[in-house]
């Protein structure tokens, strides 16, 4: 995921850009990118010596780490997309059931009609949500972008309380839902 962190790094426009497309061509879950600056050339459209001036500046401020085998993201505002387990996402389309549900209860009694497109947190107001669904409402409305953690928020709107890091030793498999 993109976050706004990257706004507040110092670099020109278009190396902003070049970033956001070596984002773009990472390995799923990772900020590692497998390609060499020729393979670069070819997959994003620009001439091997831009990406070489581009990749000096990077690896100059920090920015990204030059491996023998490709580059490794360092830039702050990027975070690897993390991989939802299956129960994950199970309670999350329940909840966006229930607000799907709730937009159309909303909509055949009253007048002005509510689109689960277009809802904004002043209509979420409207709804006559409980507080997990509105809690997911709020996080839908803004794409997830501010959820470190989608897992621990499935599990905490499942079960009501508050997810802590598991040690190393354990993973988000590990944890049952019932």
């Known amino acids: 995921m993109i976050h706004r962190e990257l706004y507040d790094v110092d670099l020109k426009i278009k190396i902003k850009g070049y970033l956001i ?17 020729r393979e670069l050339a070819k997959l994003l459209h620009i001439s091997p010596n831009t990406i070489r001036s581009y990749n000096k500046e990077l690896t100059e401020k920090g920015y990204i780490l030059e491996l023998e085998n490709g580059l490794f993201l360092t830039c702050p505002g990027f975070r690897p997309i993390e991989k939802l387990t299956e129960a994950s996402k199970t309670i999350l389309a329940q909840y966006h059931q229930l607000l799907i549900i709730s937009i159309d209860n909303y909509n055949n009694s009253h007048t002005d009609i509510l689109s689960i497109k277009t809802i904004t947190i002043d209509d979420l107001k409207k709804l006559n949500l409980d507080r997990s669904t509105r809690i997911y409402a709020y996080y839908y409305i803004n794409d997830f972008s501010n959820v470190k953690n989608i897992n621990g928020l499935a599990l905490f709107l499942e079960t009501g309380v508050p997810y802590k890091s598991l040690p190393n030793k354990e993973s988000d498999d590990s944890i049952i839902v019932l």
């Open 21 to 37: 497309r070596l984002f773009s061509v990472a390995v799923t879950e990772t900020l590692f990118v497998g390609y060499s600056q």
